[in-house]
Each structure stands twice: as structure tokens, then as C-alpha cells.
């Protein structure tokens, strides 16, 4: 099809989430990943959500968490349905009537019409919501011109509270979704909000040659959808068959109980100091990585035409670190952390992890990690008794 008109997105400015326990993400972010505490929801918002609200902040990465105050409200909504779970992405553009004009011209399903805002230094908020195809998270597009505080009703604190980024987290890199079957919203994002494609691959823990004797395994296609305006990225799994029950994005979706955001890339400047930092001061938990898969580093290194990397294999070994690229002295790295549910040892907090990711010219998504990602989430599942 024709390329579409742009919505004007400038960045993803925050992400939305509905969580049971408030207090318990106010210790993960501020205490364990040192992000800062900006404000949080006042009385009177509390009221009229039925929720209340705080929101945190490293770098460019800036985090909304809504707990339930009482019944009614979006949060208890959502989670009614879901464990804890992203339930709104926040998007700034540079003409919010433009794009409420573009998505209603391509069938978009609104929530709100253009909700308008004013401060008392006359600075303006204009917002609106609409229905995606991304399970119940729904996508909210604003428009901000000198509007001092965060949403109205909520309260700033005079001097942001907890930490200071002494980690090094930059932005988001990319929004990773799981879907039962992800080709409605292939076309969704390309003709209602004029997404492309970016990047593509698929692939399963075996060759489906070799599972006759296996009753299990587990799989994937992935499409990047982009906005090249604003760089902004979604990466979009389903699982592959064999075994479509057993793949571990249908186990995300029976976790979460639906289709929806799997994790969050972040990007740092330095991932092997930050790593080893947050295994230390916080103890953040990662996803373990098989000895073999260093053992073949060196010899893969060279035939993915690396050549040659910075980093002491040794150092990557120690810290789970994952390696991948195509072009020689192009590569990135990348390290998953383990799931809430995991790390919070509460299964309301759901499947949902973070990713965390160092680019140094290379601007693929780990392809030649994911069956060694795979595989050990397939160790993880097996040892847990639930393949």
C-alpha cells in the first residue's frame, strides 16, 4: 500500500501500568533499579479514578503505576482480568488534532474525543484515547505546550524521591508484545497508524525435522513494526508451531490471560558495568544463559562477521551477557531480566520482564539470541514442572 501520512509522534513519553500492589513497584523501581520518584496522583484524582497513582523516572524511561483504590476504576479493570501488566502507552505528537483527524479517517476506535487542559501559568494538555489490538492495553496520544505538571490532579514533589539513575538507563528501545495470532495487528499497525515493517524472523528451539521424539518445544515469528518519524519500535511475537501450546509466548499469554506487552527494552550506556551493578547493590535476577553458549562465542563471532568486539568474553560469560550483530565492529548486547512474577515471588505480578540492551552500531533485535533466550525459558519451564 501507499506509505501513510505520519501521526507526528515524537517519542513514547511514558508507559501505563495497573499493578495490585503500588508499594511493592515504589521499592522494585526506586529501591532496586534507582529510578526517581516525580509525583503522585492527589486526593481528588484519587477519587475520580478510583486509583491511585505514582510516577517514576531514569533517564528518558518515565513509568505511570496505578494500584485500585476501591472497585470501578481503569486499574481494577484491568486487573480483574490480568496480573500486573502495562495497560497504557503514552504517546507526545506534535498536533493532537492532526492526529485524532488521521486515526478517524482510518477507522480507529476512539475511547475519548480531545480532553483539553490548562495550568495556572497557562500551559495546555490535550489528550485522547483509543482501543488497539494489543489485548486490553489501549494507546493514548497527548500534545503538551508548557504544562508544568504531569496529568492534572497529579501532585509533583518538590525534589524527586528514591534514586538517581545510578545505573545509566537512556530509553526505551522497543515495546515487545505477545499475540495468539499477531497478523490483525500487523495490518492495524500499518494501516490505522501507519507503522512499517522493520525487521522480521522466525524460528523454533529445534528443527521441526527432529521432533518426533520430543513432545515439546518452543517457537516464534517476529515482525518490528516502526514509525520512522519518531523511531518508535514494536516487536511483535506469536508462537511457531510444533507445539503451539507449549511455546513459551502461548505460556505468556495463558500467564497474562491475553495478548498484550511481554517486555520492555531499555537501553544503557555501559551494559556490562550496569549489570553487574544491579546483580550486586540490588540483586536483580536474570535470565541464565547456558556455558555453551560462550564456549561457540568466539567461532560465532566470526561467522556472523563481527570480527572482532570490545568486550572480554570471560566478563559476558560471567554476566549472562548476550552478543549479536551481522556487520564486522557492529554488534549489540542484550540481557533479559527474569519475570516479575519471579522476582516480586508473587504470581500476581505476572510474566512481564525487562530487557535490557547496549547498541554499539548494530540496530537488530538479538535474532541469533533467541533460541539460546528460548531454550533457557524452556530450562526454566521444564525444571518448574510445567512442560
Known sequence: MAKQESLGIKTLESIHWYVHDLERSRQFYTKGLDFAELGVSGPELDAHGKQKSAMFQAGDVALVVSQPVGEGGRAWRYLRKHPDGVGTLNFEVEDVEKAF???????????????????????????????????????????????????????????PTG??????????????????????????????????????????????ASQQKRDHGSGLKSEVMWDPK????????????????????????????GDGVQHLAITVKDILTS????????????????????????????????????????????LEVLI??????????????KDAASLYKQPDA????????QRKGDQGFGGGNFRALFESIERQQKAEGRI
Open 101 to 159: 483527524k488521521l486515526l478517524d479517517s482510518r477507522g480507529a476506535t476512539f475511547i475519548t474525543d480531545i480532553q483539553r487542559f490548562k495550568d495556572e501559568g497557562g500551559g495546555t494538555l490535550s489528550f485522547f484515547s483509543i482501543t488497539t489490538p494489543f489485548g486490553d492495553t489501549t494507546f493514548r496520544f497527548l500534545q503538551r505546550s508548557g504544562y508544568k505538571s504531569i496529568y492534572p490532579g497529579f501532585v509533583l514533589h518538590a525534589t
Open 163 to 208: 534514586g538517581q539513575n545510578k545505573y545509566g538507563f537512556d530509553r526505551v528501545d522497543h515495546v515487545t508484545s505477545n499475540f495468539q495470532t499477531m497478523k490483525p495487528m500487523l495490518l492495524w499497525m500499518e494501516h490505522v497508524m501507519g507503522f512499517e515493517k522493520f525487521w522480521h524472523i522466525e524460528f523454533h528451539t529445534d528443527d521441526v
Open 230 to 257: 519518531s523511531g518508535v519500535k514494536f516487536a511483535n511475537n506469536e508462537p511457531k508451531f510444533p507445539f503451539f501450546k507449549a511455546s513459551q509466548i502461548n505460556i505468556f499469554n495463558e500467564d497474562h490471560r
Open 275 to 318: 549489570v553487574k551493578d544491579m546483580r550486586t547493590n540490588a540483586g536483580i535476577q536474570f535470565m541464565p544463559t547456558p556455558g555453551s553458549y560462550y564456549d561457540a562465542l568466539p567461532e560465532r563471532i566470526q561467522h556472523m562477521g563481527i570480527k572482532k568486539i570490545d568486550e572480554d568474553i570471560n566478563v559476558l560469560r560471567d
Open 324 to 337: 549479536d550483530g551481522d556487520k564486522e565492529r557492529s554488534y549489540m548486547l542484550q540481557i533479559f531480566m
Open 350 to 357: 505476572g510474566p512481564f520482564f525487562y530487557e535490557i540492551i
